[in-house]
């Protein structure tokens, strides 16, 4: 699902290092990239409904910088181009979005929510400027074309 440039894979294609058991480069992947993902399904945060084979989402944590230059965590939801959103994962990160920012990606579309409502949705073009608390809050949204 997701676009890994150091192993030239684009996004919504298998990998091509992908094997029965997993990754097959496990030992040596790229880093930031694979070596610093860890899929918040499989480490639990996520019920078991939400498997992203069948959601076609994947879930997990990443760091933006504040305004004042410190970096805080965020939840990314990568929903593949084509499929529908997965009610029972939604539903699950909007309780998140309570206390953290959740942004969902699917293509070139994002929209992000946080304190569970909606703060903002962009399209391709679209500048997009956050202001984030040091819990990861979205305090503001400014986008443009």
């Known amino acids: ?7 030239d894979k684009p996004a919504n294609v298998p990998c091509k290092h992908l094997c029965a058991h997993g990754c097959g480069v496990f030992d040596n992947r790229p880093t930031p990239t694979c070596g610093a993902f860890t ?3 499989r480490e639990g945060f996520l019920p078991k409904s939400a498997i992203p084979s069948k959601t076609h989402m994947v879930v997990w944590k990443t760091h933006l910088p504040t305004q004042d230059g410190e970096r805080v965590e965020i939840l990314e939801c990568n929903i593949a181009e084509g499929e529908p959103i997965h009610q029972a994962t939604f539903d699950h990160l909007m309780k998140c979005s309570e206390n953290i920012t959740v942004m969902f990606v699917r293509g070139e579309e994002t929209w992000a929510y946080a304190r569970g409502r909606k703060l903002a949705a962009w399209s391709p073009g679209a500048r997009l400027s956050m202001r984030l608390d040091r819990r990861g809050i979205v305090e503001q949204v400014n986008t443009g074309s």
């Open 1 to 7: 699902m997701l676009k890994v440039g150091e192993l």
């Open 39 to 41: 899929c918040d399904w």
